[in-house]
């Protein structure tokens, strides 16, 4: 079974960026579905992106798009979520995680497997 590890948070100002990792331990990696999700204190978790098993097709919020994007890296076992233009809405606990069953679902319940998360906040 896969197992995630979240890396790359930290405090930025608007308008600067932060590149996020997670590193997916276990030999079935490229079969998996990513999404990368957030959740801001008091809220619920929220679909960032997304992208299917082969990287070929990519989902992004609207919140985030253009300004955000999701890369994966199957020979390494590794997804990225590279984030532009942050602004202080960014700010929150991003998580990664893995579906077998649904590609590119918003929908936090489709995904089973997530790693520890970590926290991203943006200064104004």
């Known amino acids: 079974q896969v197992q995630l590890v979240e890396s790359g948070g930290g405090l930025v100002q608007a308008g600067g960026s932060l590149r996020l990792s997670c590193a997916a331990s276990g030999r079935t990696f490229s079969t998996y579905a990513m999404g990368w999700f957030r959740q801001a204190p008091g809220k619920e978790r929220e679909f960032v992106a997304a992208r299917s098993w082969n990287g070929g097709t990519t989902y992004y919020a609207d919140s985030v798009k253009g300004r955000f994007t999701i890369s994966r890296d199957n020979a390494e076992n590794m997804v990225y979520l590279q984030m532009n233009n942050l602004k202080p809405e960014d700010t929150a606990v991003y998580y990664c995680?893995?579906?077998?069953?649904?590609?590119?679902?918003?929908?936090?319940?489709?995904?089973?497997?997530w790693g520890q998360g970590t926290q991203v906040s943006v200064s104004s």
């Open positions: 995680a893995a579906s077998r069953v649904y590609s590119g679902s918003r929908n936090p319940s489709n995904y089973g497997l």
